[in-house]
């Protein structure tokens, strides 16, 4: 045998870990991926950063020239139009230019592979990938092949993470509630399927909070879940009892047809967040929902339009922390 | 041609066979052990001295992807990788496209071996036309074609009900039934194992039931139908349990595992290493030792290398959207060895696993040296290193995990019918 046969190319070796990609050599935020595997000082350094950002969006003139000259490109393999007009607005008020392409009908849809998409994007001199993709891992796969210049941003992969979705989350919860360690958070509804509920478990046990509940049907929650750092319920107002934070998650109709549910009614009628439900909280709990809210489904229009909820807040702050995260990759100077 | 295989430790299960010896080899066969026949002048000597001298390995699956796919693999560039690795027979499942359920894909087959290095090669039939899953395949043609057992793949069947009926008409033609025990509902579209790793990646999960429902309702059917059934991969704990359960209580099965699932876990997934996709899954710590303990108490018979080789493109995507399967000839025999070296099984067993058991499944009078039979061999240099890697992996499909590992024991020599068809260059 000869060691310098080399014939069809190589299948890289997967690399680093999932949550060690994220970070240059130096410790430098390089992508942002997933929450898992960031400290505490990493997170806390973001919703710093996203508060500056914050009282500058409610200004009349609310651009600044950070990342002047920078591209950005907004990779949306998925429907998706508030995440994407957040990061569009986020990295326009930080003065980078923006391309949105919407690849479910274009490239892929011709038989064009995802890494030769990039391939092709990489050549233009793009500073940042932000990208949502159907499966779980595609924000890393890209980290792993794109050019060592580029950026990536998963704006969430599958049902894995949805890391800004999480720190606008937690971005929100903190101007409210302050310390975490005294909190207890219930999420409730699709955990399964759900990269939010995922990456705000991460972050939420890393800034140490003091319970944190999923409620759901067995149906609806992954396997060993607890394994995550959660307690379970089943019902939820056992699981409401005492909490200080309640998000829920958006129920998709598909869930019924997979025979995970019967109806969205009765799911309404067992964990739907009514005005009832949520008096068994403590006073002054939040609620909060990723969006779009299924009124009557999930949530009762009192409860979602009430004073305890700040949905419309999250959609606000998710711009500031959106600005956050995108200057402290492309600007550079952030250590873990 | 005369050939003499000196001094070396002949490891040969089917005959309790380990101790130092010669192997005496005329025109395609082993005449004799230790002593020379009378009149016997070698043409040529291999010194074995300090080599291991095994049967030529059997392997119960292994993917050539001819016809059809041969932009991923060849028959020739696959028995080529299989004799460097001491491989010289192999059994391919009849997923190709088209698939062979017919005479004419059997035929094709056969005759592209034929025109190859010299590795056996045999094919199981489809159990369905086109492995529809809906009718049942040509079973008597295909047997008179020379296949040596029907098989559903990887491909789900219409009904239990056409399962039973096939299991029947395959048992009147004394044909073997090789089924895997993936229940294809309760898999869904999962792509890891059910667990706290599929948890954290929110990769869709497959169940341990989607492979114990499937296994406890072939088992009832094979009680039914008394067909002969080999169980294809297992890949959990409890089915071994279910196999040795049944094998006890004297059901015509026999089972086998690919050996990545004797060491690869779910944890090797963790960081979506597409190279870790395969099918079924790799599943917990719980299971692979599980498995290995089906192994060595025998419930599970036979190591196979379920090799599935593939172009670079199919495993640089998400890891969803990567097709499952390892490029795994090349590891086979050294992973079993290691499984040596682990205390898991003595050495005898290792190549009981890898050549006696897996032909007496497939009804062959191969896996053995003993005079009168066919001298299919492989020599291993057991001070040597392997260590895996692009430079010297021969097969077309470089999809392994295994790179970078590093294995006692290399293979020097592979004799199909008494003629060297592979060895190892000495640097």
Known sequence: MSSSIQTSPLIPAPGPLPASLQFTDEGRLQHLLTIEGLSHALITEILDTAESFASMNAKSVKKVPLLRGKTVVNLFFEASTRTRTTFELAAKRLSADVLNINISTSATVKGESLLDTLRNLEAMYVDMFVVRHQASGAAHFIARHVASHVAVLNAGDGRHAHPTQALLDMFTIRRHKGDFSALRVAIVGDILHSRVARSQIHALNILNTGEIRVIAPQSLLPAHVESLGVHVYNDIRAGLRDVDVVIMLRLQRERMEAGLLPSEHEFFQLYGLTQERLALANPGCLVMHPGPANRGVEIDSRVADGPQ????????????????????????GLTQ | MKLLIENGRLVDPAQGLDRVASIYIQRDAVVALDDAPEGFEPQRRIDAAGRLVIPGVVDLAARLREPGQEHKATIASETRAASSAGITTLCCPPDTNPPVDSPAEVELITRRAKQACGVRVHALGALTAGLGGDQLSEMAALKRAGVLGVSQALKPMASHLLLRRAMEYAASHELTVFLHPIDWSLNAHGCVHEGPVGTRLGLPGIPEAAETAALGMILALTEQTGVRVHLCRLSTARAAHLVARARADGLPVSADVAAHQLFLTDMDVADFNTLCHVMPPLRSQRDRDGLRQAVADGAV??????????????KLAPFPDTQPGISALETLVPLTLRLVEEGVLNLTEAVRCLTANPAAILGLPVGTLAPGHRADICILDMDADYAPEPGNWVSQGRNSPFFGWTFRGRVTHTLVAGRVIYEHAQR
């Not at chain 1, 909820?309 to 550079?332: H, N, P």
Request: glycine residues 8%; proline residues 3%.
């Open chain 2, 301 to 314: 018979s036979v190591i196979c290398s379920d090799h599935q080789p593939h172009e670079a493109d199919t």
């Open chain 1, 309 to 332: 909820s700040v949905i419309l807040e999250q959609v606000t702050y998710g711009i500031a922390v959106r600005m956050a995260v995108m200057s402290m990759i492309m600007g550079g």
